[in-house]
């Protein structure tokens, strides 16, 4: 089931298309790129157009968590980590990381949904170079991006041919979104334990 904020979103981008997608992909990405690939599906939005517009919006997001821990003052810094009930310990490990191995921790950091923002924050803290954070974000942008577009498309594919959902082209289509779902949890969870590995 969809829950109100998910139904008010797809109602955003059907009426306002690329125009709303891209600062709704900068505040919620995740989410809003599923619902975008099912309305490709529908035929309400085009792939191509879609897919960049997704990819702009989410580094621009990335460089606002970037910016926020390069450039805030540390007073309020420590207040957003608090509110977050973010480690200070925790947030010194990932820069240490990240002075020492800050491609794999970027990529695989943005490939992991959970911790995925805390990784942004530090990068920041730690001034990794702007054009090293941008380069390693889309390189995991880029893959990410089209699995979850992936993902909204076979929805939309499947809702769009209901009529004969019990045909094993539609059927197919379901497993394969279901695939694509446990790849993008598998890839998030293991992006995870590495970057919590390399923090060690």
């Known amino acids: 089931m969809y829950t109100h904020t998910q ?29 975008a690939g099912f309305l490709v599906a529908l035929g309400f939005l ?4 879609a897919y960049f517009t997704i990819i702009a919006g989410d580094l621009a997001g990335d460089t606002l968590y970037y910016a926020a821990g390069r450039w805030w003052l540390k007073s309020t810094l420590d207040k957003v980590f608090s509110f977050l009930k973010i480690d200070k310990d925790n947030i010194a490990k ?23 923002g805390v990784i942004l924050f ?3 803290k730690a001034k990794v170079p702007f054009k090293d954070f941008l380069k390693f974000n889309l390189l995991a942008t880029l893959p990410k991006s089209l699995i ?14 209901f009529s004969k ?10 497993v394969f979104t279901l695939v694509l779902i446990g790849l993008y949890f598998l890839v ?3 992006a995870s334990k590495f970057v919590t590995k390399l923090e060690k």
Request: charged share 10%.
């Open 7 to 35: 139904l008010v979103i797809f109602d955003l981008i059907f009426r306002y298309s690329y125009l709303i997608l891209f600062p709704l992909i900068v505040v919620e990405g995740p989410i809003v790129t599923i619902i």
């Open 46 to 49: 085009d792939f191509i157009p």
């Open 94 to 116: 990932l820069e240490n990381s990240l002075k020492t191995h800050k491609g794999k921790v970027l990529f695989f950091g943005k490939l992991s949904h959970a911790i995925g």
């Open 122 to 124: 530090a990068a920041g």
């Open 148 to 161: 979850l577009l992936a993902v909204g498309y076979y929805f939309g594919s499947t809702v769009s041919n």
């Open 165 to 174: 959902y019990l045909s094993l082209t539609v059927l197919g289509l379901f």
């Open 188 to 190: 998030s969870y293991v």
